[in-house]
């Protein structure tokens, strides 16, 4: 039986709860297949990994 996504995004946090950050795009699907979408995460991707980078 499949794990629902929101299962392993919690076993993730659990894992790790300093580093962790939810966003909520409205109207995005799980895929980001609008293109303003995919740019948003893509920004918030970077500045995730460079605030865990410079730590």
Not at 5 to 21: A, D, P, S, W, Y
């Given at each position: ?25 409205p ?29």
């Open positions: 039986m499949e794990q629902p996504v929101h299962f392993f995004n919690h076993q993730g946090e659990k894992l790790n709860r300093e580093n962790t950050t939810l966003a909520v795009f109207g995005a699907d799980h895929m980001f297949s609008h293109k303003d979408h995919r740019q948003q995460v893509s920004k918030l991707v970077v500045e995730w990994f460079k605030k865990q980078l410079s730590e």
